[in-house]
């Protein structure tokens, strides 16, 4: 069984930083990759960054925002820096084996979300 476990979310101040974090276990291959999308009430889920197992820096939308891997922890991060009230949403990781891929319906695994909320 996949099982991906997201967590780092919380109330930070408009400007601050969030780290948030995926651990993910039960994937049968090596060759996968883990993606962030987010998501606010009546809008689809949002792309936000993606990275393929061992492969670096993720391709991150938003300049602000870093994708990071530990592969030996079967984790990955992402760093989000001068948060600003739009990026208020639950953020969920999703991981899927091959490529990183931008839509939402590609991936059949995904955590249990994790808010973020940036006061003004």
């Known amino acids: 069984e996949v099982q991906l476990a997201g967590v780092g979310g919380g109330l930070v101040q408009a400007g601050g930083s969030l780290r948030l974090s995926c651990a993910v276990s039960g994937l049968t291959s090596d060759d996968y990759a883990i993606a962030w999308f987010r998501r606010v009430p009546f809008k689809e889920r949002e792309y936000v960054s993606c990275?393929?197992?061992?492969?670096g820096i993720g391709n991150t939308d938003e300049a602000r925002f870093t994708m990071s891997s530990d592969n030996a922890r079967n984790t990955v991060y992402l760093e989000m820096n001068s948060l600003k009230p739009e990026d208020t949403a639950v953020y969920y990781c999703?991981?899927?084996?091959?490529?990183?891929?931008?839509?939402?319906?590609?991936?059949?695994?995904w955590g249990q979300g994790t808010l973020v909320t940036v006061s003004s």
């Open positions: 990275i393929r197992r061992g492969g």
């Open positions: 999703a991981a899927e084996i091959g490529k990183c891929v931008r839509f939402a319906s590609w991936y059949d695994n």
